[in-house]
């Protein structure tokens, strides 16, 4: 493990004991959050490895009316929650004050890692298995120092959800432009009609990031998906290539959708959905989102309100830009809703 090189940005254990909250654990007891972990974070590039140095731990909570605690820490890089993903130090006993020194390793690429979230947090020990949570350290590590590996402090938080329904299910990155028909191409034709002059609805899907970890080895294989609906027959359907073993896939790919006029476009929606393959068993839902008009405007204009009509906040925002900007590709990041069950 590392050795304490100074420059630590120590806490007051009274601010920290003000941060105090509770946490159920154990037996539904509910056990005080307080004190603070003190670990430092270091990228070997020489090894492709994540290096978690944790060193010791303060004024954590007792445990049980006899005050004992055997606490150790737990490690994820989220949205990975696997078995293969968790990292544990050794469990220290009868103490609130643990000194680990242990180094919990990860194996995983320096732009892979920057769409995950560290979780580390502590815990004590139980011999029949009622372990209790102690406290949590969510830190982002797309925007980390990760040269020095200095230590620091932290204080321990309640517990955060990483339920499949309310963790983070990753950004997509989308350019879409609509197309109208060629005026000069129609001249030419003269009287020669083809329904697919009516403009086309181009959808550059480039890449997302931060993508929840559908496979046990804390990666995915995504494709995306795309509907203009109401249709949701082969007619408007659309699928990207798959990006194997990839939480920051990069497709650059255009799907097209032909015969679509503005008008009607105004009042349909584009569902896009990201999904990890699996061979031979049906594929697994990671994240989707639907580009639209305001369910409002659709009442304004005489609709019978669907569920699918849900667009909010950037979904109607892109949707509008595309519209009122046609031959341009207007692009635009959008977090995956983790579920597609209607909003309204």
Not at 89 to 110: A, C, M
Request: net charge positive; with cysteine.
């Amino acid at each position: 493990c590392i050795k304490e090189t100074g420059g630590l940005h120590k806490r007051d254990s009274k601010e920290s004991l003000a941060l105090s909250t509770y946490s159920l654990a154990g037996r539904g007891t509910r056990v005080e959050v307080t004190g603070d972990v003190r670990f430092g974070m270091r990228y070997n590039h020489l090894t492709g490895t994540l290096e978690i140095n944790i060193i010791e731990a303060r004024q954590i909570a007792a445990v049980g009316s006899g005050g004992r605690t055997d606490p150790y820490v737990k490690t994820y890089l989220l949205p990975d929650k696997s078995n293969k993903g968790k990292r544990k130090t050794q469990v220290l006993k009868k103490t609130l004050n643990p000194v680990f020194n242990r180094s919990l390793e990860y194996k995983i690429g320096k732009e892979e890692l920057k769409g995950r979230t560290l979780s580390l947090s502590v815990w004590d020990w139980d011999r029949f298995g009622y372990n209790s949570f102690l406290g949590e350290v969510r830190m982002d590590m797309s925007g980390q120092d990760l040269t020095s590996g200095i230590p620091s402090w932290y204080p321990l938080q309640d517990r955060l959800s990483t339920e499949d329904g309310n963790f983070n299910r990753g950004d997509l990155l989308l350019a879409i432009r609509y197309c109208p028909p060629d005026v000069d191409e129609e001249k030419k034709k003269k009287k020669k009609k083809d329904k697919e002059d009516a403009g086309q609805l181009q959808i550059l899907v480039k890449r997302a990031r931060g993508l929840y970890a559908a496979d046990s080895n804390g990666l995915s294989d995504p494709f995306v998906k795309c509907y203009l609906l109401p249709d949701k027959s082969k007619s408007t359907k659309r699928k990207t290539k798959t990006v194997f073993k990839s939480i920051n896939p990069i497709w650059e790919e255009v799907l097209s959708v032909k015969n679509v006029t503005p008008e009607s476009l105004r009042f349909r929606v584009l569902e896009v959905t990201v999904w990890d393959y699996d061979r031979g068993t049906s594929n697994d839902f990671i994240g989707g989102i639907r580009l639209g008009v305001d369910v409002d405007e659709f009442r304004a204009a005489g609709h019978k309100v669907e569920s699918w009509m849900d667009a909010a906040g950037d979904e109607v925002t892109h949707w509008k830009d595309v519209l009122e900007s046609p031959n341009n590709y207007v692009g635009k990041w959008h977090k995956l809703r983790p579920t597609m069950d209607s909003r309204i």
